[in-house]
């Protein structure tokens, strides 16, 4: 089953049952992917439907930052909710392990000699990792493993 359709399956569940907060967080998701494929006039795929909801989380881990310096727990709150909700649409996150073993054949893969090719890295890492692990960490990873 496409990732879409358990999401729009999710949502009826979410209204039948009453949940206003679970529901009200997949509809924020479901308009965000409506609002994308009207943009780009296409189907999103699960590896774009991915994309788009890791984005959201870090908007609200941003959000949570904030809010959180701010006193505001009660939004902050509601922010980690939505989190959870859009965490359970991500894939399996990778381990480190797993991280620094594509990252070492990445780098082979590339043909990459020194820092100045961490770009041409990381066009070959996004797609394999995207979802799967923190890509800050990744580059973090990366240019250690470059430099030295």
């Known amino acids: 089953m ?9 949502l009826k569940n979410a209204m ?8 009200d967080a ?4 479901t308009a965000e992917l409506k609002r994308k494929e009207v943009d780009e006039r296409k189907t999103l795929t699960d590896a774009e439907v991915v994309s788009i909801i890791d984005k959201m989380i870090k908007q609200r ?16 709150a509601n922010e980690k909710f939505e989190v959870g ?3 359970a649409y991500m894939p399996q996150a990778m381990s480190e ?5 594509a990252v070492a054949a990445s ?13 041409k890295v990381m066009n070959v890492l996004r797609p394999k990792l995207a979802g799967r ?12 493993k470059l430099s030295s």
């Not at 930052?65 to 939004?75: A, C, H, S, V």
């Open 97 to 101: 392990a797993q991280i620094a073993d």
């Open 133 to 144: 692990a923190d890509m800050g960490k990744v580059s973090a990873l990366l240019k250690a």
């Open 16 to 23: 039948r049952a009453g949940d206003a907060k679970k529901r």
């Open 107 to 119: 780098i082979a893969e590339a043909g990459a000699k020194g820092p100045a090719d961490m770009g």
């Open 2 to 10: 496409p990732l879409k359709d358990q999401i729009n399956d999710d």
């Open 85 to 87: 909700v859009l965490q």
């Open 26 to 29: 997949i509809r924020l998701l």
């Open 61 to 76: 881990r941003d959000s949570i930052t904030q809010f959180e310096k701010g006193g505001r727990e009660d939004l902050a």
